[in-house]
């Protein structure tokens, strides 16, 4: 099934990012770094839409731009230079457990500012974050 | 490893307890998670506008560059230890990182959320089995790491299946 495929080679591909990171942040501050995964990143995505998506520009408003540039900011200039940060302080096998709870925190945000409800699933599976989280930052 | 490092990235062993970089470590974790969570909401928000998340993706990552450029720029004289190494395993890290977004999107395009997005939450426990196999000399995966890992990965799921 290819989608099963793509979301797997997603996974991996997120894996290896994390692992260049701890290897790049021996040689150079997370700043810099920060700037450069960004520009790279950005080279690639702008190539891929320009290929297989360009049209879809045209449907773009005002209104999306301004999300998308708040989405810019959250994920790109906050989410992954704190994370690359927390790598250089924690190393990637404690820092991305830790990062990959993103989902808890959005279920949170999601109920508070956007009305939604939580279910069964999600209390189980916010303990079990909690858990892991715990197990992870527990001093031996 | 037990949490620290030094200002060469060296992390520190088990039981070498709790210094402050470690917590300022764990502050910086939670706050990217806290600040990827936000991206995750406002995201919801522009695809409903806008039915192209790729190229959303895309724009984002465009103004995110944009922006980053004042506080590169601020701390444009950190040292660097080696500039070619560095800058090819961060060029790396930017194109495996976009590779993974299109990854998503493609996957997402053929089968419901609720398939994909469980798979794609994986990647912490690929990034630990990595870790173990290519960074034994810069990290030890313990296995108190390895199942807390399992079991925020288990928890992600459950929620975004949810």
């Known amino acids: 099934m290819p989608a099963v495929a793509f979301a797997l080679g997603a996974a991996v591909s997120w894996a290896f990012s994390a692992i260049s990171v701890r290897v790049a942040l021996r040689y150079m501050p997370a700043t810099t770094g920060t700037f450069l995964s960004l520009i790279s990143g950005l080279v690639l995505m702008l190539l891929v839409v320009a290929l297989f998506q360009r049209g879809r520009l045209d449907d773009l408003t005002l209104a999306a731009t301004a999300i998308f540039a708040a989405v810019g900011f959250f994920n790109f200039i906050l989410g992954r230079y704190l994370n690359f940060l927390s790598i250089s302080h924690l190393g990637v096998g404690r820092a991305t457990p830790l990062t990959a709870a993103t989902p808890l925190f959005a279920a949170v945000l999601a109920v508070v500012f956007l009305g939604e409800s939580l279910n069964a699933l999600t209390v189980l599976g916010t303990g079990l974050v909690l858990g892991g989280i715990y197990l992870v930052l527990k001093q031996p | 490893m037990s949490g620290t490092t030094t200002t060469s990235g060296?992390?520190?062993?088990?039981?070498?307890?709790?210094?402050?970089?470690?917590?300022?470590?764990?502050?910086?974790?939670?706050?990217?998670?806290?600040?990827?969570?936000?991206?995750?909401?406002?995201?919801?928000?522009?695809?409903?506008?806008?039915?192209?998340?790729?190229?959303?993706?895309?724009?984002?990552?465009?103004?995110?560059?944009?922006?980053?450029i004042v506080i590169a720029v601020r701390n444009a004289s950190a040292p660097v230890r080696?500039?070619?190494r560095g800058a090819f395993f961060f060029g790396l890290a930017g194109i495996f990182s976009a590779t993974g977004v299109a990854g998503m999107f493609l996957a997402v395009e053929q089968a419901e959320v609720v398939t994909v997005a469980p798979i794609s939450s994986t990647h912490p426990l690929f990034t630990l089995l990595f870790a173990a196999i290519l960074l034994r000399d810069l990290e030890r995966i313990t296995p108190r790491i390895a199942i807390g890992g399992v079991l925020v990965v288990a928890g992600v799921v459950l929620i975004s299946v949810s």
Do not use: N
């Open chain 2, 10 to 68: 060296r992390p520190a062993r088990e039981g070498e307890g709790l210094s402050g970089s470690a917590l300022r470590g764990y502050v910086f974790a939670f706050s990217a998670a806290i600040a990827y969570a936000a991206s995750q909401v406002l995201a919801r928000e522009g695809v409903g506008d806008f039915d192209a998340p790729l190229v959303g993706t895309t724009i984002a990552l465009a103004f995110g560059t944009l922006g980053f």
């Open chain 2, 82 to 84: 080696d500039f070619r």
